[in-house]
């Protein structure tokens, strides 16, 4: 069964970078759009941006465009986010998920989540 596993966050300042990671074991990724999604204290979980198998379809939150950069290495089953001029409201956990068996645009399958802190 395929586990995800976020990694790289971490407290940054405002203007800041921060690179994410996603590693998936236990199965392949083959065919399978990610995507990321994050949560704020108090606020709905909500996407942030998806990439298709070969990446050459990403969709991203209109909040994070021309921001956030979402990438996959196929071979290493590995997918990226990197996050460029942040501001304190992108602060939330980061989740990793893919669309492992369906085939309706949802997600089944997810990581447990990388905490992402952005100071003023």
């Known amino acids: 069964q395929v586990q995800l596993l976020e990694s790289g966050g971490g407290l940054v300042q405002a203007g800041g970078s921060l690179r994410l990671s996603c590693a998936a074991s236990?199965?392949?990724?083959?065919?399978?759009?990610m995507g990321w999604f994050r949560q704020a204290p108090g606020k709905e979980r909500e996407f942030v941006a998806g990439i298709s198998y070969y990446g050459t379809i990403t969709h991203y939150a209109d909040s994070v465009k021309g921001r956030f950069t979402i990438s996959r290495d196929n071979v290493k089953n590995m997918v990226y986010l990197q996050m460029n001029s942040l501001k304190p409201e992108d602060t939330a956990v980061y989740y990793c998920?893919?669309?492992?068996?369906?085939?309706?645009?949802?997600?089944?399958?997810w990581g447990q989540g990388t905490q992402v802190t952005v100071s003023s």
């Open positions: 236990g199965g392949t990724l083959s065919n399978r759009y």
């Open positions: 998920a893919a669309q492992l068996t369906t085939t309706n645009g949802e997600y089944d399958c």
